[in-house]
C-alpha cells in the first residue's frame, strides 16, 4: 500500500514541478511570470535534496525575523508548544517537537534565563517539573506568527491559492509517510 502512495505521490509532485516550469497559464489566460524559467527534468531522486534545502532556507529566514524577538531557532516551537498546552514537563515537549531530552533541557534553560519561561515542580507529583510560559513567552507568541507569516508569504511568492493548498497536501503527505516509517522502526523487537 505505501508503495502505490508513494509512485501516486511521486507523480503529482513531477506534475507539478512540470506544470511550474512549463509556465502554465492561470484561468485568466495569462502565463505565470517566474523571475527565472527552469526548464529542468527534475526527478524523484532530486525531492530530497530540494525539500532540504527548501527547510533549511525556511528555517533561516524565519530565525532571523525572530531575532528581534530575541528568540533563537527552535525557541518558537517550544513557546507555540506551551501556548497550546502550558506545562509540560521537557520529555513531552522534546518528544512533541521531535529532538532529543538533552537538547530540550538545554533550550528550557536558556529560555529561563531570557525570560520566556519558568520552571514549576508538578502540584501532583513533585519529582516531576513542569514548563511555563512567562508573561515575555505569552507575549512573544504574536511576534512568531508574525515572522512566521511573513517568512510563508516569502516562499510562496507568485504561488496561487490552489498551489499553496497543494503544496502543503503533498508536505503533510510526505511527513505522514515519514513518520510511519519512523514509527516502524521504533517499535521493539518481540524475539
Do not use: W
Not at 12 to 19: A, F, H, L, N
Not at 56 to 83: C, F, H, P
Not at 88 to 117: D, H, N, S, W, Y
Not at 124 to 152: F, H, M, P, W
Amino acid at each position: 500500500m505505501p508503495l502505490v502512495y508513494d509512485v501516486k505521490l511521486r507523480n503529482v509532485i513531477m506534475q507539478k514541478i512540470k506544470g511550474m516550469a512549463m509556465g502554465k497559464k492561470h484561468k485568466d489566460g495569462k502565463k505565470n511570470k517566474s523571475k527565472k524559467k527552469d526548464q529542468t527534468e527534475y526527478t524523484l531522486a532530486d525531492l530530497s535534496p530540494a525539500l532540504t534545502q527548501a527547510a533549511r532556507s525556511m528555517r533561516t529566514v524565519l530565525s532571523r525575523n525572530l531575532l528581534e524577538s530575541g528568540l533563537y531557532a527552535g525557541q518558537d516551537g517550544v513557546i507555540l508548544s506551551l501556548s497550546e498546552t502550558d506545562g509540560m514537563t521537557a520529555g513531552g515537549l522534546a518528544q512533541r517537537l521531535g529532538v532529543k531530552a538533552p537538547t530540550m533541557t538545554r533550550t528550557i534553560g536558556r529560555m529561563e534565563a531570557q525570560g520566556f519561561v519558568e520552571r514549576k515542580p508538578d502540584a501532583e507529583d513533585a519529582r516531576l517539573t513542569k514548563v511555563y510560559l512567562t508573561e515575555l513567552g505569552r507575549g512573544s507568541v504574536q511576534s512568531i506568527e508574525t515572522a512566521a507569516s511573513r517568512c510563508d508569504g516569502m516562499a510562496t511568492q507568485a504561488f496561487s491559492d490552489k498551489e499553496i493548498r497543494n503544496l502543503v497536501r503533498l508536505l503533510k503527505a510526505i511527513d505522514s509517510n515519514l513518520q510511519a516509517e519512523a514509527a516502524h522502526f521504533e517499535e521493539p523487537d518481540e524475539n
